[in-house]
T-cell receptor
């Protein structure tokens, strides 16, 4: 399967703590994207990092990309209860032009 | 205004029935998609249309037939529904092809086949 893998599968933290999620993928990519899915809702795009970039920031989000290891991480700083959701990485496949989603990390932030 | 809207939100039906899910986007995008999310939250591409032309057709049973009457609409028709078709189906759109661009998702249609 081309599907990427994320770890951990589930993460529980207290408000104010940082949350780190990791994503590994298998193919050559144009970019890597992170999406959030609240329970019962559609996916919402968070951030896109291109294959020639190593780090990107957006508000409380920090994404890193290591193409040599085919891995990425998403750091959410100073987490809030409202950050509770599932987070998916998705790779823009270089050869097929598909967006291939990872298995997701379920984040629970306790107030 | 909802950017990508799909109807219905919930669909409960019996095995063997035929059903359709509609999707519309008002973002001016040229590419639209159908994804299936199973009970383990795995999200897999089913179909992709660019300017009304089918460009991605994953290994999906022939019972599933997408139709794109224009760039803003992509509907999904499912014949002879089976228990294994129960899932959440998401419509999405992007400006340009999936591998290079951000996708915008609808809220999903939860299909339950009894």
């Amino acid at each position: 399967s081309q599907q990427g893998e994320e770890d951990p599968q589930a993460l529980s933290i207290q408000e104010g703590e940082n949350a780190t999620m990791n994503c590994s993928y298998k193919t050559s990519i144009n970019n890597l994207q992170w999406y959030r899915q609240n329970s019962g809702r559609g996916l919402v795009h968070l951030i896109l990092i291109r294959s020639n970039e190593r780090e990107k920031h957006s508000g409380r989000l920090r994404v890193t990309l290591d193409t040599s290891k085919k891995s990425s991480s998403l750091l959410i700083t100073a987490s809030r209860a409202a950050d509770t959701a599932s987070y998916f990485c998705a790779t823009g496949d270089y050869n097929t032009d598909k967006l291939i989603f990872g298995t997701g990390t379920r984040l629970q932030v306790f107030p | 205004d909802t950017a990508v809207s799909q109807t219905p939100k919930y669909l409960v039906t019996q095995m063997g029935n035929d059903k359709s899910i509609k999707c519309e986007q008002n973002l001016g995008h040229d590419t639209m998609y159908w994804y299936k999310q199973d009970s383990k939250k795995f999200l897999k591409i089913m179909f992709s249309y660019n300017n009304k032309e089918l460009i991605i057709n994953e290994t999906v049973p022939n019972r599933f037939s997408p139709k794109s009457p224009d760039k803003a609409h992509l509907n999904l028709h499912i014949n002879s529904l089976e228990l294994g078709d129960s899932a959440v189906y998401f419509c999405a759109s992007s400006l340009g092809l999936a591998g290079k661009n951000i996708q915008y998702f609808g809220a999903g249609t939860r299909l339950s086949v009894l």
